[in-house]
C-alpha cells in the first residue's frame, strides 16, 4: 500500500530500536542472541501455576485503571519493607504495561512544550523521544566508559529556570553501574528549592553485585517525594514478555500520571496482575536474585578468560560491556554485524546509547542465560584473534 499524502514524522531521526534490529539479525544468522536484555529460562513454576489459576478463576476482564488493589497493596508492603517508604496504594501507585509504559506516561504527562529534561548519556533509548513527543528538550550529560561517573559539579551547569525533570536510571543499563549513597546525596542537593521532578528508572533494582546496596530514590525522603519511581517485573521473575511494570509517585505527581494512563493503555493483563500479587508474598524470589546474576556474571567472565575482549566492571544489570580495541578499530556498530554473521554471537553496540553516538569501542552482551549458551557463546566469542 502507498499514502499519497506527505507524512510529516514526530521522530524524523528515529528508526527501529537497536533491540528489535539486533535480535532478528541474530535469528537471521542464527546466531546466540546476547544482544536484546532478556533470560532465555522460563519464569518460576509457581509464578506460571498462578497465572493459570487467575485465568481459570475467571479473572480475565479489565483490571481497575490504576491496577488491581492487592498488588498495589503488596508494592507498598514490600517498598515499605526494603526501602522504608510509606507509599498510600491508593494514590501512589499505578500498575502499568511494563517499565516503558510507565517512563513514557510519566514523561508525557509531566513535560510540556519547552520543559528540559536532563539525561544521562548513555541512556536507554526510550528516554530521548519519549521527551521529543512532548514538546520538550532532552539535555545530555555524557558519562564516558570505563567508569561512566557523573560530575555533580558539571549536572549543576545544565539546570536553567526551563529543567523540569531529571532521568535517572541505577543499576544503570548499559553501562551496568550503580549510583552510590554519595551520588544520591549530590542529587538532594541538586534538587533541594526547586521544582525538578526526578524520574527514577529502576527496573533493574533486584540485581546488583559484591553486596552494593540499590540506592533507590525510595530510601531518601527528599527525593522520594518530588520522583517517580519506575519498576518491572519482567526482570525481576524472568518474564519480560508479559510486560508489566508500575510507578510509585506523590500523589499530586500521581494523579497527573493516572490521567495520560487511563487514556493510553486504560489498564493492563488482569491474571498477571494477579499473579503477581500471590508471588510478592515469596520475598526470596527476589532477595536471591542478585546471587543468581553474580553467579552467571561470574561463570560468563571467566569463560571469556581466553578471548581478547577486555572486560569492563558489571555492579549492576544482567548486561556486560566489553572492549574490543585490542581486536579491531572498525566502529561499534560494525561490529556486532560482522560478530553475529561471522561467529555467530550478537550483541548491542554501546553508541548508540550516546546523543551524539560517541563509539568507545565498546558492545554489551546479556547473561541472562544459561549457562551452556553462555559458555558456547565465549566459546565463540574467543575464536577471534
Ligand atoms: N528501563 C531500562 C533501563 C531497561 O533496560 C528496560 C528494558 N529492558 C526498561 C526500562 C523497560 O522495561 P519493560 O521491559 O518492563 O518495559
Ligand atoms: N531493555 C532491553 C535491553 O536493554 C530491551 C527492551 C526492548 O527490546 N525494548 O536490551
Known amino acids: 500500500m502507498n499514502f499519497s499524502g506527505s507524512v510529516r514524522s514526530k521522530?524524523?531521526?528515529?528508526?527501529?530500536?537497536?533491540?528489535?534490529v539486533m535480535s532478528a539479525l541474530a535469528r537471521e544468522h542464527d546466531a546466540i542472541n546476547l544482544s536484546q536484555g532478556f533470560p532465555d529460562f522460563n519464569p518460576d513454576e509457581r509464578l506460571q501455576a498462578a497465572v493459570d489459576k487467575a485465568i481459570r478463576s475467571k479473572n480475565n476482564q479489565y483490571a481497575p485503571m490504576?491496577?488491581?488493589?492487592?498488588?498495589?497493596?503488596?508494592?507498598?508492603?514490600?517498598?515499605?519493607?526494603?526501602?522504608?517508604?510509606?507509599?498510600?496504594?491508593?494514590?501512589?501507585?499505578?500498575?502499568?504495561?511494563g517499565g516503558t509504559q510507565a517512563l513514557f506516561t510519566a514523561i508525557a504527562a509531566l513535560i510540556s512544550e519547552n520543559d528540559e529534561v536532563i539525561l544521562f548519556s548513555p541512556a536507554y533509548d526510550s528516554y530521548a523521544p519519549a521527551v521529543t513527543l512532548a514538546g520538550g528538550k532532552a539535555m545530555h550529560y555524557t558519562m564516558d566508559a570505563p567508569?561512566?561517573?557523573?560530575?555533580?559539579?558539571q549536572v549543576k551547569k545544565l539546570i536553567t529556570q526551563r529543567t523540569r525533570m531529571i532521568v535517572i536510571n541505577t543499576p544503570h543499563n548499559p553501562s551496568a553501574t550503580v549510583l552510590t549513597e554519595k551520588d544520591m546525596k549530590e542529587l538532594e542537593k541538586l534538587t533541594k528549592g526547586t521544582d525538578i521532578i526526578i524520574l527514577s528508572d529502576e527496573v533493574y533494582e533486584h540485581i546488583t553485585f559484591d553486596d552494593k546496596?540499590?540506592?533507590?530514590?525510595l530510601r531518601y525522603p527528599r527525593l522520594a517525594e518530588r520522583s517517580v519511581v519506575v519498576g518491572s517485573f519482567g526482570k525481576t521473575y524472568h518474564a519480560t514478555g508479559w510486560k508489566i511494570g508500575y510507578a510509585i509517585a506523590p500523589r499530586e505527581l500521581m494523579a497527573e500520571f493516572r490521567k495520560v494512563h487511563q487514556f493510553n493503555v486504560f489498564s493492563v493483563n488482569t491474571p498477571m496482575q494477579y499473579a503477581y500479587a500471590e508471588?510478592?508474598?515469596?520475598?526470596?524470589?527476589?532477595?536471591?536474585?542478585?546471587?543468581?546474576?553474580?553467579?552467571?556474571?561470574?561463570?560468563?567472565?571467566?569463560?571469556?578468560?581466553?578471548?581478547?575482549?577486555?572486560?569492563?566492571?558489571?555492579?549492576?544489570?544482567?548486561?556486560?560491556?566489553?572492549?574490543?580495541?585490542s581486536i579491531t578499530d572498525e566502529k561499534d556498530t560494525e561490529v556486532v554485524?560482522?560478530?553475529?554473521?561471522?561467529?555467530?554471537?550478537?550483541?548491542?553496540?554501546?553508541?548508540?546509547?550516546?546523543?551524539?553516538?560517541?563509539?568507545?569501542?565498546?558492545?554489551?552482551?546479556?547473561?541472562?542465560?544459561?549457562?551452556?549458551?553462555?559458555?558456547?557463546?565465549?566459546?565463540?566469542?574467543?575464536?577471534?584473534?
Not at 11 to 20: A, M, R
Not at 147 to 153: G, L, P, T
Not at 213 to 217: G, K, R
Not at 338 to 350: G, S
Open 213 to 217: 546496596p540499590h540506592q533507590s530514590v
Open 66 to 97: 490504576a491496577g488491581l488493589p492487592l498488588l498495589r497493596e503488596r508494592i507498598a508492603a514490600k517498598v515499605d519493607t526494603i526501602y522504608k517508604a510509606t507509599v498510600d496504594p491508593d494514590t501512589e501507585i499505578t500498575i502499568t504495561a
Open 279 to 325: 508471588i510478592l508474598q515469596r520475598p526470596d524470589l527476589y532477595e536471591g536474585l542478585s546471587s543468581f546474576y553474580q553467579e552467571k556474571r561470574d561463570f560468563f567472565r571467566t569463560a571469556m578468560k581466553g578471548s581478547k575482549f577486555e572486560l569492563l566492571d558489571t555492579q549492576g544489570t544482567y548486561f556486560q560491556l566489553a572492549s574490543y580495541k
Open 11 to 20: 521522530l524524523p531521526g528515529v528508526g527501529t530500536t537497536i533491540f528489535t
Open 147 to 153: 567508569d561512566f561517573a557523573i560530575n555533580w559539579q
Open 337 to 385: 554485524k560482522w560478530l553475529t554473521k561471522e561467529f555467530k554471537v550478537a550483541a548491542i553496540p554501546v553508541s548508540v546509547f550516546y546523543h551524539k553516538n560517541l563509539d568507545q569501542k565498546i558492545i554489551r552482551f546479556c547473561f541472562a542465560k544459561e549457562n551452556e549458551t553462555l559458555e558456547k557463546a565465549a566459546e565463540q566469542l574467543s575464536k577471534i584473534k
